[in-house]
Every structure is written in C-alpha cells, then in structure tokens.
C-alpha cells in the first residue's frame, strides 16, 4: 500500500520521473522475496 502512495505522488512531480520509481518498485518487490529464500537457508 505504502508503495502505491508513494508511486502516485512521483508521478505529480514529473511524467518522466514517473518511470524510474516504477522500476524501483518492481526491484524492492523482487528483493524481498529473495531475502525470505536466504532465510529459508540453513
């Protein structure tokens, strides 16, 4: 939820800007998924 406020309030700034939040907010997705695997890990 937190991510969707905030990627709305970028686009306000700029159209352009815009794009590279979204990029960063598919990563954050990505990366926590990633640290759960290596927590599942031995």
């Known amino acids: 939820m937190a991510r969707t406020a905030m990627a709305e309030r970028q686009p306000n700034d700029g159209g352009d800007i815009a794009e590279l ?5 598919k990563t954050l997705d990505a990366a926590p998924a990633r640290t759960t695997t290596m927590d599942h890990r031995p």
């Open 21 to 25: 939040p979204s990029d960063r907010v």
